[in-house]
């Protein structure tokens, strides 16, 4: 998912070390339309040809709407802006199919740029797609008090969390 979260980190770094944070929302928002308007321009010049090109561009202001109706970020805190983030998983999916579509862009600056945008993003989080296995909790011991209805703390992944089994309540 790397390659879904380099440029937001980038821009969020260059908000932290040259804004104060109350600007930082603005900077956000900001580069966000800037890159959307700059990338919109890119794929819709008549220099770039792309198979189904109208389709790519009305999709994605589709499903950008439709994100942004769901998660209504005007409602946000400002020390909250990574709420709705799952919201634009398929925004970013289809940026970055976007991005790698300009690897056969006829400029040979643009191709080794989004080349090296992908890459970078993808060594950037590299640490955080290999994880360890996570710790077995031998969760069929833990059937029998579910089955007999009794009161039990099941322990479940993320580590340290439990669900807690109330137990049946005796028939009436």
């Given at each position: 998912?790397?390659?879904?979260?380099?440029?937001?980190?980038?821009?969020?770094?260059?908000?932290?070390?040259?804004?104060?944070?109350?600007?930082?929302?603005?900077?956000?928002?900001?580069?966000?339309?800037?890159?959307?308007?700059?990338?919109?321009?890119?794929?819709?010049?008549?220099?770039?040809?792309?198979?189904?090109?109208?389709?790519?561009?009305?999709?994605f202001v589709f499903i950008s709407v439709a994100c942004v109706y769901?998660?209504?970020?005007?409602?946000?805190?400002?020390?909250?802006?990574?709420?709705?983030?799952?919201?634009?998983?398929?925004?970013?999916?289809?940026?970055?199919?976007l991005l790698i579509l300009e690897f056969a862009s006829p400029h040979?600056?643009?191709?080794?740029?989004?080349?090296?945008?992908?890459?970078?993003?993808?060594?950037?989080?590299?640490?955080?797609?290999?994880?360890?296995?996570?710790?077995?909790?031998?969760?069929?011991?833990?059937?029998?008090?579910?089955?007999?209805?009794?009161?039990?703390?099941?322990?479940?992944?993320?580590?340290?969390?439990?669900?807690?089994?109330?137990?049946?309540?005796?028939?009436?």
């Open positions: 998912m790397g390659y879904l979260h380099t440029l937001p980190r980038l821009i969020a770094w260059l908000a932290a070390h040259l804004t104060d944070p109350a600007w930082w929302p603005a900077v956000y928002n900001g580069s966000a339309f800037a890159l959307t308007v700059a990338l919109f321009f890119r794929i819709a010049s008549p220099r770039l040809s792309l198979p189904g090109k109208p389709a790519l561009l009305l999709s769901r998660t209504r970020p005007d409602t946000w805190d400002h020390d909250n802006l990574l709420n709705g983030d799952r919201y634009f998983h398929l925004s970013r999916l289809l940026l970055f199919w040979r600056a643009i191709a080794w740029t989004a080349r090296t945008l992908v890459l970078v993003g993808f060594l950037v989080h590299l640490p955080m797609l290999l994880s360890p296995a996570p710790p077995n909790y031998h969760w069929a011991e833990h059937c029998d008090p579910i089955r007999r209805g009794t009161p039990a703390n099941i322990k479940t992944l993320p580590e340290g969390w439990w669900i807690e089994y109330p137990g049946r309540s005796a028939p009436r």
